[in-house]
């Protein structure tokens, strides 16, 4: 069973940074995709970025050039470097493997207040 561990999240002020971690139980390489999604209770999980085994990465409009994903093969882990924090990006983030099917971490808060 694969398990996705996040962590990092947190209280950070309007233009601050954070980086989230996402520990798997298993070889990155396994994947065919990386990703972080987020949800604001009540509506629908985003894709926030993702990244492919071949390292391709993509991102929400959003988010583009203030958010960065990145992999650490030898720890098993992806990251997501979030700068320029705004309100907006007030939610609960959830990290996502893909191979056959979604698995899917517990999710970690961020909120953006001032």
């Known amino acids: 069973q694969v398990q996705l561990v996040e962590s990092g999240g947190g209280l950070v002020q309007p233009g601050g940074s954070l980086r989230l971690s996402c520990a798997a139980s298993?070889?990155?390489?396994?994947?065919?995709?990386m990703g972080w999604y987020r949800q604001v209770p009540g509506t629908e999980r985003e894709l926030v970025a993702r990244?492919?085994?071949?390292?391709?990465?993509m991102y929400a409009d959003s988010v583009k050039g203030r958010f960065t994903i990145s992999r650490d093969s030898a720890k098993n882990t992806v990251y997501l470097q979030m700068n320029s924090l705004k309100s907006d990006d007030t939610a609960d983030y959830y990290c996502?493997?893909?191979?056959?099917?979604?698995?899917w971490g517990q999710g970690t808060q961020v909120t953006v207040t001032s």
């Open positions: 996502n493997a893909y191979i056959f099917r979604d698995y």
């Open positions: 990244i492919t085994n071949f390292g391709a990465t």
């Open positions: 298993e070889s990155l390489a396994r994947f065919r995709s």
